[in-house]
C-alpha cells in the first residue's frame, strides 16, 4: 500500500532533494543538483518566491521504502492576477509503478480542488526561471544544470492517467563553427549604424551587478506575450542576482544599448556544468567546488541560458550584434558545441534567430494538463 507523507522538517526535505539520487543511480546521463542549493530554494524563509507562491512537498512510500516524490505549487501572481487558474506541479520522479505516480497526482489534484483551481500542468517549477518539462525524446544525451532529466516511462504515466500536452519544449545544439562571421559580421555594422547601438562586454562580475535589475525588466517585456509567463518580481531580482550573477563568466553576459544607453537586448550563456555536478554527486565539500570551478575555467560547451530582446527591436537583425560578441570570445575560449535550453515550440521569433547556425534538435520535453473537477 502506497501512503504519502508531506515533507515538512529539514530531515524529511532532504529526503524529498535525495530521492533521485538512488532513482538515478549509475544514470551516466542524469545530473545531480547540489544538495543545499536545492534545500535553500525549498526553504521559505530564503527564496522570495515564496511571496507570492505556496507549495507542499509530498514523499511517497511503499511501506518504509521511498518510493516516488512531487511539489505543488500555487503562484498568487497567475491565480490571481493574470486569473489563471493552474495548479502546479513539479520535482516529480517515482518508480515505475503506477500506483505511486497515481497517488502522488491524486494528492496535488486534490490540493488543486480545494483551491477552487480549473486544472493542473506539469512538471513546472514555481516560476519561469525554474526547470520545466518531463522528457519524452533525448534520453541518450546528458541533462543540463537547469533541465529535469527522467526515466523514459515518464511519460507513460502521464498519458495513461488522462493528462494531454499542454506545451511542447525542444532542446538544440550546433558546433560553434557554424556561427560563421560571414552571415553577421557585414549585418553586425549595419545594424549599430542603422539603430545607433553599442554592445556592451563584461570581465568582472561587480561591473554587470548595476545593470542586472535592468535586465530582468527586459526579460519581462520580452516574454510577456508568451502563454504562460508569470514575471519576475522586485524581491526575485535581487535573490536571483546573488544566486546566479556571480556564478556566471561574466565574459559569457552580452549587452547591447541604443543611443540613449538604454538597455535593448541582453544574452547570458553558461559553461557546461554537466560533468562537473556529476562528480561532485550533490556536494561542494570536498571536491565538488574544485570540479565546478574547473568547469566554469576550462569547459569547452556552452549553454545559451537566456537570450532577451525588447519587442520593438526584435526581427531587426539585433542578434547579429550579440552573435558577433559571442563569436569572438568563443573563439578566444576554444568553444566545441552550442546548447541552447528549452524552447517553447511556440516561439517562432527564437526559431527565426537560430535558423542559421543550422541547430539540431537533440531533446523533445513536454508538460502535461488535465482538468481538475
Known amino acids: 500500500m502506497i501512503t504519502l ?40 524563509n530564503k527564496n522570495p518566491v515564496f511571496k507570492d507562491a505556496e507549495a507542499w512537498f509530498f514523499l511517497a512510500y511503499d511501506g518504509d521504502k521511498l518510493v516516488g516524490r512531487v511539489a505543488a505549487v500555487i503562484n498568487q501572481l497567475e491565480v490571481n492576477q493574470q486569473n489563471v487558474k493552474k495548479m502546479r506541479f513539479g520535482w516529480f520522479d517515482f518508480i515505475d509503478d503506477p500506483t505511486v505516480s497515481k497517488a502522488l497526482l491524486d494528492k496535488v489534484a486534490e490540493i488543486g480542488n480545494q483551491h477552487n483551481l480549473e486544472y493542473m500542468e506539469g512538471p513546472v517549477g514555481f516560476s519561469n526561471l525554474d526547470k520545466v518539462g518531463v522528457l519524452v525524446e533525448g534520453f541518450d544525451h546528458i541533462g543540463t544544470m537547469i533541465t529535469w532529466y527522467n526515466h523514459p516511462y515518464y511519460k507513460d504515466h502521464y498519458e495513461n492517467f488522462g493528462f494531454v500536452k499542454e506545451k511542447e519544449y525542444m532542446e538544440n545544439k550546433f558546433p560553434a563553427k557554424n556561427a560563421d562571421p560571414k552571415l553577421f559580421s557585414k549585418l553586425n555594422d549595419l545594424i549599430k549604424r542603422r539603430y545607433g547601438l553599442k554592445e556592451v562586454n563584461f570581465t568582472k562580475t561587480k561591473e554587470v551587478m548595476p545593470l542586472a535589475d535592468e535586465m530582468f525588466d527586459l526579460f519581462n517585456e520580452t516574454y510577456a506575450s508568451l502563454s504562460s509567463f508569470v514575471p519576475i518580481t522586485e524581491i526575485q531580482k ?50 565538488g567546488l574544485y570540479h565546478l570551478l574547473k568547469a566554469k575555467k576550462n569547459s569547452k560547451d556552452v549553454i545559451f541560458y537566456l537570450v532577451g530582446i525588447h519587442p520593438e527591436y526584435q526581427n531587426k537583425g539585433v542578434t547579429a550584434v550579440i552573435f558577433n560578441e559571442y563569436y569572438k570570445t568563443f573563439t578566444e575560449k576554444g568553444i566545441d558545441m552550442c546548447y541552447r535550453t528549452p524552447e517553447l515550440e511556440e516561439n517562432l521569433a527564437i526559431k527565426q534567430m537560430w535558423k542559421h547556425f543550422d541547430p539540431v534538435i537533440y531533446k523533445r520535453r513536454r508538460t502535461y494538463k488535465k482538468s481538475l473537477n
Open 5 to 44: 507523507h508531506e515533507a515538512k522538517s529539514k530531515q524529511d526535505l532532504k529526503r524529498f532533494v535525495t530521492f533521485p539520487f538512488s532513482l538515478y543511480k549509475n544514470n551516466k546521463y542524469w545530473v545531480p543538483p547540489i544538495i543545499n542549493d536545492e534545500l535553500e530554494s525549498f526553504d521559505k
Open 238 to 287: 535581487a535573490y536571483f542576482k546573488k544566486k546566479y550573477i556571480s556564478f556566471i563568466n561574466p565574459e559569457y553576459i552580452k549587452f547591447i544599448k541604443d543611443k540613449e544607453d538604454k538597455l535593448i537586448a541582453f544574452a547570458i550563456v553558461m559553461p557546461s556544468f554537466s560533468e562537473a555536478l556529476q562528480k561532485a554527486n550533490g556536494k561542494l565539500f570536498p571536491f
